[in-house]
């Protein structure tokens, strides 16, 4: 099976004269972007062109075009990228994956993810006004160290200002629901400005952006997630900073700094709906108990890079990062306790709190002597210390637990026969130790007293590929990559029930290691850019999300495959201006269900995406842009799994509209252009039974917005 497909995938490629990945959003031919753009994710100064790796890049003008359709930078990548699975529309990314698997989000490449405890939020951690592109590396891998099991999706902020003097950009935003009521009404208000003299620069912005409720194809108000917490009705507040020197021609130092806290308004409480009858879950107002959910991410980081040093490209990193995201709360199962409050009686919500301090150290050159062979060498490190608490009566969900990671690696790239080939590869090794104190769980799961451990891990993990580039606009590829988590640590911490359980050598916490394989062909001719990408991953001890009755998930480790396929198309018609492109997603996941050593079951709804199909028109002639964009999203049966969770499927449609003013651009963005009535993706998949958690997606909603630079 895995050759048919591996031999389609190829095959599709010649037969359509096709080309390679590039962002959807018919910017430059990715022929001239890719000789010349730097993927600063991939960890090296050398081009695209030259890494057996997948890569998308979405720039700043189709981030910012994207962003006002659909609300974020989750929502933007989910929207352009078919790989990428539908998001939950909520604030919460568990579920959401890139390839089957769990992606690594990144700012300059500093990870926003919680390894202990994973709060699900790392895809809401910055304003996307201060974001100047997005890098999407596909499939597994090490590169970023721990994480990375789905992709890296990083997210460089805006650039030092290259002329001396003040610039500056603004953003005026309002967008409504359907039916234009006050409830549905929101907006957005932004702004950065920079300042050069010589070598000095600096850079400073403040956004403000308030969502109202959403209202689904039907009018009716999107039910509330009273556990996992929204993104609807709340208000975010968000700084950027940034202070540079050009230490030399070649030298450069700045600091960096970033401040997002989302709040929730706590207008409404959720209404239970009727799957059975067919009745979503929606709201009511009225003001939800305790604290209103939260989420606030801080960052500053101070880098050193210099393009020649000695001959090579060094970088030096040091950052510190802290998320306090506070959860919305309700009367749920697992937080009951008869010696608080009779059971069914007891409201609860809980807090997550991290903070990182990490550093990044890397240098790479030419070989002397032997200029076709360039090396890279560096070192990882990584401290965090993450606690759960339960805000209302303050018990301990998971224990204040420290991890840290120590990873020095190394890379090499041989350029062969001028360029036709070349070879790539690397390893990284990872050195891993937690600190558990010993806890007791909640009585929900037995009041177990668990002696606490410092396990540790070390691995290899090894990356190796080859590219061909017989002529311009053509490469092929094939790698082999090990990515490296841990499983959700904070999830198994809980979930303790079985009694006198010592964390030193508790198999549940042993780190999940992805093996990724993939083979490509790019191709770029004349008016046609295409690529064609299959690709298999497996983890022997993989992890696997469980979901409760009450909506809480636990994680289960068993051993997960994956594979795929990936086909993308772009053609620049006659019409000038004119751009028609088309992506297709094929995942599919097995896992092992009773430990017998056979893989017996699909991965359900929560741990894999649907197929997928992508159409999009783009259109631009002098001051006057457009784009309308499809998504089909196609039905699926999870063999092995309940019935009730397969999912019937649904599309979407997008469409927006831009015009160059004398000052500044104005853009109509409509979301939603049919107003399909549909059950989200999650809610389709998970909990057959559960009618508080029973969410359709938002119906039209628009959005005007001006845009000006000075």
């Known amino acids: 099976m895995k050759l048919v497909l591996g031999a389609l995938a190829v095959s599709v490629i010649w037969v359509t004269g096709a080309s390679a990945q590039e962002t959807r959003d018919g910017g430059e031919p990715l022929d001239s972007r890719r000789e010349d753009i730097v993927v600063t994710a991939a960890r090296t100064n050398l081009p695209a062109s030259a890494l057996p790796l997948t890569v998308d890049l979405i720039d700043r003008e189709t981030l910012s075009r994207q962003v006002t359709v659909s609300g974020s930078v989750v929502d933007a990548v989910s929207a352009l990228l078919p790989a990428f699975s539908p998001t939950r529309e909520k604030i919460t990314g568990v579920g959401e994956t890139l390839r089957g698997r769990s992606p690594l989000y990144a700012i300059n490449g500093i990870p926003q993810t919680t390894p202990i405890r994973d709060g699900a939020r790392d895809g809401y951690t910055i304003d996307p006004f201060f974001i100047d592109r997005i890098e999407v590396i596909y499939g597994s891998n090490a590169l970023q160290g721990i994480g990375a099991t789905g992709g890296v999706v990083n997210q460089v902020t805006v650039r030092a200002p290259r002329e001396n003097g003040w610039s500056g950009r603004a953003l005026l935003q309002g967008n ?85 806290r989302l709040q929730g308004n706590n207008h409404y409480v959720p209404v239970e709906g009727s799957r059975a009858r067919g009745i979503p879950a929606t709201t009511r107002r009225g003001e939800t108990p305790g604290q209103p959910s939260t989420g606030v991410a801080q960052m500053v980081s101070a880098s050193l890079t210099d393009g020649d040093l000695a001959g090579g490209a060094f970088t030096l990193q040091g950052f510190y ?48 002597g032997l200029e076709a062979l360039t090396l890279t060498a560096g070192f990882d490190a990584l401290l965090d210390r993450t606690a759960q608490t339960l805000v209302q009566t303050d018990r301990v969900w998971v224990p204040q637990t420290d991890f840290r990671s120590l990873a020095p690696f190394g890379q090499a790239n041989l350029r062969l026969f001028n ?21 007791t769980t909640l009585a929900t799961s037995g009041s177990r007293f668990v002696t606490g451990g410092k396990p540790a891990f070390d691995r290899a993990l090894w990356n190796g590929g080859v590219v061909l580039e017989p002529m311009k606009g053509i490469r092929a590829y094939g790698s082999y990559a090990e990515g490296y988590t841990i499983a959700d640590i904070g999830r198994v911490l809980r979930g303790i029930s079985q009694p006198n359980v010592r964390i030193d050598g508790f198999l549940n916490l ?8 993939e083979v490509g062909v790019e191709v770029t001719q004349g008016p046609l850019v295409a690529s064609a990408t299959y690709y298999w991953s497996s983890s022997e001890a993989g992890q696997v999300l469980v979901r409760n009755d009450d909506g809480i998930f636990n994680v289960n480790r068993q051993p997960v495959d994956i594979e795929g396929l990936e086909l993308n ?53 002098g001051r006057f842009s457009a784009r309308a964009q499809g998504r089909w999203y196609l039905s699926r049966r999870f063999q092995g799994q309940p019935i009730a969770n397969d999912f019937v499927g649904y599309r ?35 909990g057959p039974t559960d009618n508080a958690r029973f969410y359709t997606g938002r119906g039209r909603n628009f959005t005007l917005s001006w845009q000006a630079g000075f």
């Open 569 to 621: 198309l772009d053609v620049r018609m006659p019409l000038p201006g004119l751009k028609i492109g088309t992506g297709y997603s094929h995942v599919t996941g097995r896992t092992d269900t009773n430990a017998d050593g056979a893989l017996d079951a699909d991965l359900d709804g929560a741990n894999i995406s649907p197929d997928r199909l992508n159409l999009n028109l783009d259109y631009s002639s």
């Open 510 to 517: 042993t780190p999940v290691i992805s093996n990724n394989r």
């Open 321 to 368: 990062n802290r998320t306090s995201d506070t959860f919305a709360g309700g009367i749920l199962a697992t937080f009951q306790d008869a010696r608080i409050a009779p059971v069914g009686t007891l409201f609860e919500q809980s807090r997550n709190v991290s903070r990182k301090l990490g550093g990044k150290v890397s240098y790479e050159r030419a070989v002397p």
């Open 652 to 686: 979407l449609f997008d469409a927006y509209v831009a015009y160059e003013l004398p000052v500044g651009r104005v853009m109509l963005s409509v979301q939603n252009l049919g107003n399909t009535d549909y059950v989200t993706y999650y809610s389709d998949t998970q």
């Open 176 to 260: 409504s629901g359907d039916d234009f009521s006050g409830a549905s009404l929101g907006g957005k208000v932004a702004g950065v400005v920079n300042f050069r003299s010589g070598r000095f620069d600096a850079t400073g912005g403040i956004a403000f952006e308030r969502r109202g409720a959403f209202l689904d194809g039907r009018g009716r108000r999107i039910g509330y997630d009273g556990n996992q917490s929204e993104i609807q009705d709340t208000d975010t507040l968000s700084f950027f900073g940034r202070v540079g020197v050009d230490v030399s021609d070649t030298a450069r130092f700045e600091v960096i700094a970033n401040r997002f």
């Open 419 to 439: 360029g036709i080939v070349r070879l790539a590869g690397g390893v990284r090794y990872e050195n891993v130790r937690l600190d558990v104190p010993d806890y």
